[in-house]
Nanobody
Framework: QVQLVESGGGLVQPGGSLRLSCAAS????????MGWYRRVRGKPRELVAS???????NYHDSVKGRFTISRDNAKNAVALQMNSLKSEDTAVYYC???????????????WGQGTEVIVSS
């Protein structure tokens, strides 16, 4: 019922920047939290950053000061600006949203398909 479409991954050199974007569509009444997770092969998925509808943010310690999450509530969109990228940031990044479905008011939790970020020289 709620779909997330991501864009913006790719190959970048260490120290470079990338911007990930994600837009939600479908039967949406409200989105409470949007965020970005990442998964490195062989490791569990981890939260990178999240942002509430009120603008409160939360970051993984390893990205504080380098990544910035932002949100456009009117467009049901979230972005992740990644600066000073390191090789250990290499992963598949997933957009996530939690909220309420329009009409029924049921909770939803949706994931994007993932976008790969490779930090390498």
């Amino acid at each position: 019922q709620v779909q997330l479409v991501e864009s913006g991954g790719g190959l970048v050199q260490p120290g470079g920047s990338l911007r990930l974007s994600c837009a939600a569509s479908g039967s949406i009444r409200a989105i409470n939290v949007m965020g970005w997770y990442r998964r490195v092969r062989g490791k569990p998925r981890e939260l990178v950053a999240s942002i509430t509808s009120g603008g409160a943010t939360n970051y993984h310690d390893s990205v504080k000061g380098r990544f910035t999450i932002s949100r456009d509530n009117a467009k049901n969109a979230v972005a992740l600006q990644m600066n000073s990228l390191k090789s250990e940031d290499t992963a598949v990044y997933y957009c996530h949203a939690e909220g309420l479905v329009a009409g029924t008011g049921e909770d939803f939790g949706s994931w994007g398909q993932g976008t790969e970020v490779i930090v390498s020289s």
